[in-house]
């Protein structure tokens, strides 16, 4: 999608410190990182939330769950733990438009989340 920032980053045309690729996902580090370790896994394709998710997109998001826990456990963090997040829609606070986990890490996270 055109004006999408995460479709960008997906074409580099904006810069990220991409952790990750494949033909189907994208990783890269989070701009203003809310852990030590805090990176946003997301799919290629243009999805604007959650909430357009269909059945047929269950590999893709499993997928996307991989990823995270894959990176963050390659950084270190399989014993001590870490969290994957995906905020859907205002409540939650989305502020990007596209499909995205977050993987965070590296200290210790409250819960229940603000
Ligand atoms: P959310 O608030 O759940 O929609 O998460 C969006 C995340 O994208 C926030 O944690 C931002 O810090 C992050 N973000 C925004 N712009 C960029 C960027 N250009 N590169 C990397 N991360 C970004
Ligand atoms: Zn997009």
């Given at each position: ?13 904006i810069?990220a ?8 996902v994208?990783?890269?580090?989070d701009?203003?990182?809310k ?6 896994v997301i799919?290629?394709r ?7 998710t ?16 894959k ?5 270190g ?5 870490f969290r994957v ?5 205002p ?16 200290r210790s ?6």
């Amino acid at each position: 999608m055109s004006d999408c920032l995460f479709c960008k980053i997906c074409e580099g045309k904006i810069p990220a410190a991409i952790t990750y690729r494949d033909e189907e996902v994208v990783a890269f580090k989070d701009i203003g990182p809310k852990a030590p370790f805090h990176q946003l896994v997301i799919p290629i394709r243009h999805i604007a939330s959650l909430v357009e998710t269909k059945p047929e997109d269950a590999a893709l998001l499993g997928k996307l769950m991989l990823v995270a826990s894959k990176l963050a456990a390659e950084a270190g963090f399989a014993a001590s733990g870490f969290r994957v997040v995906a905020n859907a829609g205002p409540d939650a606070g989305q502020s990007v438009p596209h499909v995205h986990l977050h993987a965070l890490a590296g200290r210790s996270l409250g819960w229940p989340p603000g």
